[in-house]
Every structure is written in structure tokens, then in C-alpha cells.
């Protein structure tokens, strides 16, 4: 079992930047990979960036380039996502995700199927 924790969401006005934290605990040893989605109300959960430790590689969805950064320190099994020049469409819950499943196609790393574990989750809320 993997345990997720996320920080540092809250309330913050167009703009403004935030970073959120994930942190893992448990059978962190299996984990391949960690991600980012959110869901705003009454949408569907959406990716938002990928890191791939056995790859070392990262992966964003395209409305997120530019905007927003995701980073981990395998040592500290920890994952961050950087957001800049937030937006009030940037409200949402954010989920940090874990998987213990090899992939090497990064494609795949936007498909919430292929995570394990998930966070609670934290609210973000932009403010116009």
C-alpha cells in the first residue's frame, strides 16, 4: 500500500502562484510514477502533469504548459506541482496519484486508469 498526502492548496486571486506537495509513504519503492489531475465541480477528473521516476521524464497536458511545473525528489519521495499566472478556470480539487505499474509510453500517463493510489485531495480557488 502507498499513502498520499497533499498540501498547500488554498485561495488566491488571478495571477498568483501557488505550489502544491505530495507526499508518499508506505511501499514507496514500488512506485514507477506520480501525477497531478484536478476536478473541478461537476467535471470530470483531468490530468495535469506526470513524473516518471524509472523513465526520468515528465509529462503535461497541453492547456498546463507553460503555466505550470511538476518536480519530485525521489529521495524524500515527494512530489510538487508548480502553478503560475493562475486562472479562476484553475479552481478545482487537485489529486496527486501514485502507480506501481511499468509503463514506458508516456502517452499513457494522462489515463487515471493506470494509477494505483490516490490522495484526498486539495481545493484550489482563483479568484478573478
Known amino acids: 500500500q502507498v499513502q498520499l498526502v497533499e498540501s498547500g492548496g488554498g485561495l488566491v486571486q488571478a495571477g498568483d502562484s501557488l505550489r502544491l506537495s505530495c507526499v508518499a509513504s508506505?511501499?514507496?519503492?514500488?512506485?514507477?510514477?506520480m501525477g497531478w489531475f484536478r476536478q473541478a465541480p461537476g467535471k470530470e477528473r483531468e490530468f495535469v502533469a506526470a513524473?516518471?521516476?524509472?523513465?526520468?521524464?515528465?509529462v503535461y497536458a497541453d492547456s498546463m504548459k507553460g503555466r505550470f511545473s511538476i518536480s519530485g525528489d525521489y529521495g524524500k519521495n515527494t512530489v510538487y506541482l508548480q502553478m503560475d499566472s493562475l486562472k479562476p478556470e484553475d479552481t478545482a480539487v487537485y489529486y496527486c496519484a501514485a502507480r506501481v505499474r511499468y509503463s514506458r509510453s508516456s502517452d499513457s500517463y494522462a489515463s487515471t486508469s493506470l494509477y494505483d493510489y490516490w490522495g484526498q485531495g486539495t481545493q484550489v480557488t482563483v479568484s478573478s
Open positions: 513524473i516518471s521516476w524509472s523513465e526520468g521524464s515528465t
Open positions: 508506505g511501499r514507496t519503492f514500488s512506485v514507477y510514477g
